[in-house]
């Protein structure tokens, strides 16, 4: 009995996490994110310029891929 619930808890747990794994964040909300970590954390700067994101989207969700962009390339 105790083997079986065990089973039972980690399929659930394993379902739970492959549903926060492809889970798709909104851009708006990613948007929200990264301005607060940036108050806490400016973004380093690269020679007299400091860096500025100006968009932030989730590229893939099956592997969670999000795209930057700032306005330094490199």
């Known amino acids: ?3 079986s619930r065990l089973v ?3 399929q659930k ?3 739970e996490i492959y ?3 492809v889970r ?3 851009t708006r909300r990613l948007w929200e994110v990264l301005q607060r970590a940036q108050l ?3 973004p380093p700067t690269r020679g007299h310029l ?3 994101i100006s968009f932030a989207t989730q590229a893939h969700t099956t592997t969670p891929t999000f795209v930057v ?3 330094e390339p490199e």
Do not use: D, Q
Request: net charge positive.
């Open 50 to 52: 400091r860096l500025k």
């Open 24 to 26: 798709r964040i909104p």
């Open 1 to 3: 009995v105790f083997l």
């Open 40 to 42: 806490r954390r400016p």
């Open 19 to 21: 549903k926060e794994r």
């Open 8 to 10: 039972c808890y980690l």
């Open 69 to 71: 962009f700032v306005n």
């Open 13 to 15: 747990l394993a379902c």
